[in-house]
Every structure is written in C-alpha cells, then in structure tokens.
C-alpha cells in the first residue's frame, strides 16, 4: 500500500459520538444497521455508549434509592472527618516535637 493509497483516520467530535449514540439508543434497531446509517463502525458505537455511561453519574430512580444513596454520603463523610480529625491530631504532634 502506497502513502496515497493509506486510509486516513477519522476523528469525532464528542458531540457527533454523543448524538450517534442517542440516536441508536431511542431508535430501537441494532448497533450494526445504525452504524451503518451513519457510515461508522458498529465498535465504535459500543465504544461510545459504554464511555458515555461510565462519564454519566447513576441518577437514583427511587425514594428508597435516594435514601440509600444519603446514608452511603453520610457514612463516607464521617468516615473522612474521622480521617481528618486524626491527621490533624498527627501533625499537632509533629509539629511539638
């Protein structure tokens, strides 16, 4: 294959991989027909839709789901006073010796 005859890679703005990926999910046909419509790669569509959904935060659905969310917050944050409280301890010690 010579220089001229090489594929050129193509790049994808995050707003056309966000679109394309809405577009496949409320459309309801497959990952490969869609790619297709759009003269991508049926990977790359995956790709997209699993990196959009580890970017988006999980939005609790329920009022048991909001509490449950509330008591892990509540839990994490005493946890980290407590780490706080003990470093700040730590270096009053430290800082007399």
Do not use: C, Y
């Not at 707003?15 to 490969?32: M, N």
């Not at 027909?33 to 959904?53: F, K, M, S, T």
């Amino acid at each position: 294959m010579s220089e001229t005859e090489r594929k050129t890679r193509r790049h994808f703005d995050e707003s056309f991989k966000r679109k394309a990926v809405e577009h496949w999910r409320h459309s309801g046909k497959p990952r490969k027909q869609v790619a297709l419509e759009l003269g991508i790669n049926h990977w790359l569509l995956r790709d997209w839709d699993r990196d959009l959904r580890k970017s988006q935060p999980a939005v609790p659905q329920t009022k048991a789901d909001l509490e449950a969310e509330n008591q892990r917050l509540r839990q994490e944050l005493e946890r980290v006073r407590e780490q706080r409280d003990i470093l700040k301890k730590t270096l009053g010690i430290i800082s007399v010796l």
